[in-house]
Structures are given as structure tokens and as C-alpha cells.
């Protein structure tokens, strides 16, 4: 089945970099994504990664992809209080549909 | 230009009223996505329209939800004699379908509430 797992918080200091980590169990996953949800806002689409590639790179966010574990993975770097919300994973599972999967989102804060 | 707006943004009801959620897509996105984000839990996806037609409906909870689309642009979601499980946030989102990646652009949500 279709299943995307995140674990739900995760707090750094300003200036650190953050991980966020993600696992999905289907092998047929086309695209990944990354979307931002801050309080009161609509999801935002951070960036997304083709499932034949193993990393991308954008600004301070780098997206690391290990499809043969199935795990996904978040970076930012110099992370600041802006940065503070949740955090979801998705995947499209196949091309036969346009439909996401989401994960349970990770909620990252930042402390000065 | 606009987003993808959603009404209401907020609906409180009874247990066991019917409630109609509208979403109005970004002007020339030809795809439409109704997810559910419960407390707690992730985005459920629900069922999403290219134009009028739902290729995908395999989200929908049960008989008691159902949407249309009409004229390739608003649609609206249903839910019938609700229950208190039904709480949830409502997200629509639209895409161009075009592009490898076909980013979904999301809006606010409607946040329903069932006593």
C-alpha cells in the first residue's frame, strides 16, 4: 500500500542546519516533494525531486533521495526562526495518477 | 493574480446536517484536489477532477461524501449527515497538469466542526 512516515518534531538551534526525514513504501513513486505549512497558511510547495535522482540542491534546502531504502530527506541549512512550521512529505505514486500521498508532517521549531 | 480560495473557512454543524464546501481554483488550472487534514494526521487525499471528470475518487471515506465540478472551474464537496469524525480540515488544491513536476497549489481550507 501507500504509506509516507515522518516522525513529528523536531527542534534546532538558529544558525544549525535541520534534517527532516522521511520513509514511503511504494517502489513505484514518480516524484517527491517537500511542502511548507505555516500557522494560519496554506501549504507551499518548497521543492520536489524526480525519483531518478539522488539529490537536489536549492539555495539552503538540499533534498537527499535513497530510493533503494525508500527514504527521503530535508536539509536546511543555517536554519532561522522563519523557518519554524511544519514540514510535509509527499509522494505522487505513480503516473497513472495525479493524486499526493502525505506524510503526518514534522514540526520543526527554532530557538535562538 | 488569485489563489485558490475556499468557502466557508470556517463551518460549525450539527450531527447529522448535510455541509457544502465550495473551492474556486486558479483561473486556467485544469486539475482540482480535495485532501483532508484531520488533528494529528497527515494530508488524505480524497479525490481530484481533470475538468469536469473524476479520474480519482478512491479517497472519498464513504457514500456520505461525494463532489462535482462543473464548467471545468468551481467545485464543490458534500458531505452528507455528517458525524463528528467528519472534523477536519477541508484543502482544495489546482494544478496546470503541465510540467514534470505539476505543482498543486493549495488554499486556505475549510475548517468543519461537527457537534
Known amino acids: 500500500g501507500e504509506d509516507v512516515e515522518q516522525s513529528l518534531f523536531l527542534s534546532v538551534r538558529e544558525g544549525d542546519s535541520s534534517v527532516i526525514n522521511c520513509t514511503y513504501t511504494?517502489?513505484?513513486?514518480?516524484?517527491l516533494y517537500w511542502y511548507k505549512q505555516e500557522p494560519g497558511a496554506g501549504l507551499q510547495l518548497l521543492t520536489y525531486?524526480?525519483?531518478?535522482?539522488d539529490m537536489k540542491q536549492d539555495q539552503r534546502l538540499t533534498v537527499l533521495l535513497n530510493k533503494k531504502d525508500k527514504h527521503l530527506s530535508l536539509r536546511i541549512a543555517d536554519t532561522q526562526t522563519g523557518d519554524s512550521a511544519i514540514y510535509f512529505c509527499?509522494?505522487?505514486?505513480?503516473?497513472?495518477?495525479?493524486?499526493?500521498?502525505f506524510g503526518t508532517g514534522t514540526r520543526l521549531q527554532v530557538f535562538p | 493574480g488569485a489563489g485558490v480560495s475556499q468557502s466557508p473557512s470556517n463551518k460549525v454543524t450539527e450531527k447529522g446536517k448535510d455541509v457544502e464546501l465550495r473551492c474556486d481554483p486558479i483561473?486556467?488550472?485544469?486539475?482540482l484536489y480535495w485532501y483532508r487534514q484531520s488533528l494529528g494526521q497527515g494530508l488524505e487525499f480524497l479525490i481530484y477532477?481533470?475538468?469536469?471528470?473524476?479520474?480519482?475518487k478512491s479517497g472519498l471515506p464513504s457514500d456520505r461524501f461525494s463532489a462535482e465540478r462543473t464548467g471545468g472551474s468551481v467545485s464543490t464537496l458534500t458531505i452528507q449527515r455528517t458525524q463528528q469524525e467528519d472534523s477536519a480540515v477541508y484543502l482544495c488544491?489546482?494544478?496546470?497538469?503541465?510540467?514534470?513536476?505539476?505543482?498543486?497549489?493549495f488554499g486556505p481550507g475549510t475548517r468543519l466542526t461537527v457537534l
Open positions: 488544491a489546482s494544478s496546470r497538469r503541465q510540467g514534470a513536476n505539476n505543482e498543486q497549489f
Open positions: 511504494d517502489s513505484s513513486s514518480t516524484y
Open positions: 525531486i524526480f525519483s531518478n535522482m
Open positions: 509527499a509522494e505522487r505514486p505513480s503516473y497513472n495518477t495525479d493524486k499526493l500521498i
Open positions: 483561473s486556467g488550472h485544469t486539475a
Open positions: 477532477f481533470q475538468g469536469n471528470s473524476a479520474p480519482d
